[in-house]
Nanobody, 124 residues
Framework: QVQLVESGGGLAQAGGSLRLSCAASGRTVSIYVMAWFRQAPGKEREFIGTITWSGGGTYYSDSVKGRFTISRDKAESMGYLQMNSLKPEDTAVYYC?????????????????WGQGTQVTVSS
């Protein structure tokens, strides 16, 4: 089992930045890929990006490419989502997720482990 806990959410102004953290615990050696998703009120959960736990390769959705950066610290079992040039439409609850094997990376149903989410609100 892997437990994930997000932190770092809050209120930011448009154009500003926030950094989210995802602390992984438990059987972290089993993590193959970590992903970030978000869900705005009344909308479906949206894929943001992924990072392979071992090699650190990343992949992003077009909606955040160039603004958001995913990283991880294996030694500390931490994942990060650096969000720059924030827009009001980035307002959502942000989740980190993890899978134990290669999965269809954009599909939320492919991920076994989820954090509780952290709220990000961007004001105009």
């Amino acid at each position: 089992q892997v437990q994930l806990v997000e932190s770092g959410g809050g209120l930011a102004q448009a154009g500003g930045s926030l950094r989210l953290s995802c602390a992984a615990s438990g059987r972290t050696v089993s993590i193959y890929v970590m992903a970030w998703f978000r869900q705005a009120p009344g909308k479906e959960r949206e894929f943001i990006g992924t990072i392979t736990w071992s090699g650190g390769g990343t992949y992003y959705s077009d909606s955040v490419k160039g603004r958001f950066t995913i990283s991880r610290d294996k030694a500390e079992s931490m994942g990060y989502l650096q969000m720059n040039s924030l827009k009001p439409e980035d307002t959502a609850v942000y989740y980190c997720a993890a899978a134990r094997s290669a999965v269809p990376i954009t599909a939320s149903v492919a991920y076994t482990y989820w954090g509780q989410g952290t709220q990000v609100t961007v004001s105009s």
